[in-house]
């Protein structure tokens, strides 16, 4: 019976690994961008904390852009707080577009209306230092 325990606790420890996902699986490191808008939501959650910035175009049309970064306690070992960035926050992304064509970028570096500037990414990633 032992065995089945260990079996089954095994089991679910390694079902968040398999939503983990790499750079290079998702997004273009020759695709930098830079995107500046509002914070319009946070998910702070594993695998990787989303939030969303509305951006406006040279034409003056707004989209919601997904911007994905480090999961939580990876954020946090880099300085982050639940409250670093708050919904309605002005924001600069840099970053690189998703392979999909989506309004999804991997975010790097997140700047701030404040000039406060924060690492988003991880190095251990597989993606662009």
Not at 114 to 128: T, V
Request: glycine share 10%; net charge positive; with cysteine.
């Amino acid at each position: 019976m032992n065995a089945r325990w260990v079996l089954w606790a095994g089991l679910l420890l390694a079902a968040p690994l398999a939503a983990h996902h790499s750079f290079s699986a998702e997004y273009d490191a020759n695709k930098r961008i830079q995107l500046e808008g509002v914070v319009t939501k946070i998910e702070w959650a594993n695998p990787h904390v989303y939030f969303y910035i509305d951006v406006k175009d040279a034409a003056g049309t707004t989209s919601n852009w997904a911007c994905e970064t480090s999961g939580p306690n990876a954020l946090i070992r880099q300085g982050w707080k639940r409250d670093s960035m708050k919904v309605g926050d002005r924001v600069t992304v840099d970053g690189y577009l998703a392979k999909d064509g989506s309004k999804t970028a991997d975010a790097r570096q997140v700047r701030l209306a404040d000039g406060r500037r924060i690492f988003a990414g991880s190095s251990d990633d597989g993606g662009p230092k």
